[in-house]
């Protein structure tokens, strides 16, 4: 069945550290993969998105995913985190009209 | 602003009661989705719209959910004989065109969040 997980419910980062958000999915083929922001009381927003060609996708607000096959793996990451990032990250996925998302990542950032 | 748009914001009510919840799509948009989002969970897809075509409604978890677009834009999401489990918070998101959902990226309403009593 097609799925997408990501392993972490809640992570806390300090202010200026470097973040990374794990996301596996599984589908039978190449999925199209979605990264999203959710802020508080907010629909989401979408950060950055995957179809093919380059595997290293850049996306709004400094943040970038890496596609990498052999591990069903699209991560999302940053250099530095900044106070306004403290959010839930959702993980995507889709291949027809349907997207299949994630259980999410609450983000807490410490000054 | 040109957002989807999603009204109540907030509705309580009591259990057994209908409800009916209301997404303005982005004035052009012609794929338009509903979303479950329940406490730790993430977004359970409910039903989707794109112009004319029937609605794909095999994520509506019970004969109790069900929505309609009307003149293909305004949609409206009713729950009848409500129940505790359908407390959540239902999202909203429009998009260019349907098909792929790479085509044309999903935009979100801020939701409707629902609690029965």
């Known amino acids: 069945a097609q799925s997408v997980t990501q392993p972490d419910i809640h992570i806390t980062v300090s202010e200026g550290a470097s973040l990374e958000l794990r996301c596996n999915y599984s589908y039978g083929a190449t999925p199209y993969l979605f990264w999203y922001v959710q802020s508080p009381g907010q629909g989401l927003q979408l950060l950055l998105k995957y179809f093919s060609g380059d595997t290293l996708v850049q996306g709004i607000k400094g943040f970038e995913a890496e596609f990498k096959r052999s591990q069903s793996s699209f991560n999302l990451r940053k250099p530095s985190v900044h106070w306004s990032d403290a959010a839930e990250y959702f993980c995507?996925?889709?291949?027809?009209?349907?997207?299949?998302f994630g259980t999410g990542t609450l983000l807490a950032v410490q000054p | 602003g040109a957002g989807v748009s999603q009204s109540p914001s907030n509705k309580v009510t009591e259990k057994g009661k209908d409800v009916e919840l209301r997404c303005d799509p982005i004035s052009g948009h012609t794929a338009l989705y509903w979303y479950r989002q329940s406490l730790g969970q993430g977004l359970e897809f409910l039903i989707y719209?794109?112009?004319?075509?029937?609605?794909?409604k095999s994520g509506l978890p019970s004969d109790r959910f069900s929505a309609e677009r009307t003149g293909g834009s305004v949609s409206t999401l009713t729950i009848q004989r409500t129940q505790q489990e359908d407390s959540a918070v239902y999202l909203c998101?429009?998009?260019?065109?349907?098909?792929?959902?790479?085509?044309?990226?999903?935009?979100f309403g801020d939701g409707t969040r629902l609690s029965i009593l």
């Open positions: 719209f794109q112009g004319n075509s029937a609605p794909d």
């Open positions: 998101a429009s998009s260019l065109s349907g098909g792929p959902v790479f085509d044309q990226p999903q935009h």
């Open positions: 995507a996925g889709g291949a027809t009209n349907k997207l299949i």
